[in-house]
């Protein structure tokens, strides 16, 4: 019904907090030769905490959008107030119930699973900074 609420939610804010971290990235100055990549104390390149934040925000939007898509598809959003066909129905406890069990659920799944791509992609910086290379 409105599942797809909750990952909208997290990626608004998390696209704010994008904003904001390159925001005070750009302020500190750093120049580079890539604008993904920022210079550490030895030279080596080091991808950024924005752009890894932005790889979530992709995630999040992406499956929402495909998730709202869908919602629409069936009917149960629909293009005047209140939108959601739950609301008009009566069942809104029944959907603020999917949106805490399968909204949150799938907010967390995408999360963790960006959070696994964020350490594996910290371990290849780590192991391609002790070859000399950059990532």
Excluded: D
Excluded at 59 to 84: C, D, K, R
Excluded at 88 to 103: P, R, Y
Excluded at 123 to 134: I, N, P, Q, R
């Amino acid at each position: 019904m409105a599942c797809f609420v909750v990952p909208v939610v997290e990626a608004i804010v998390t696209t704010a907090a994008e904003k904001i971290l390159k925001y005070r990235e750009e302020k500190l100055s750093i120049s580079v030769s890539k604008p993904e990549e920022i210079s550490g104390a030895s030279g080596e390149k080091k991808i950024k905490f924005s752009t890894k934040l932005g790889w979530l925000n992709k995630m999040l939007w992406g499956g929402s959008a495909l998730l709202a898509f869908e919602h629409v598809w069936h009917g149960e959003v629909v293009p005047f107030f209140p939108f959601l066909t739950a609301v008009q129905n009566g069942e809104t406890g029944e959907m603020l119930h999917e949106m805490a069990t399968a909204g949150v659920g799938m907010a967390v799944l995408v999360t963790v699973v960006w959070g696994i791509l964020v350490g594996v992609s910290s371990v290849m910086e780590k192991s391609a900074l002790k070859g000399g290379k950059s990532v």
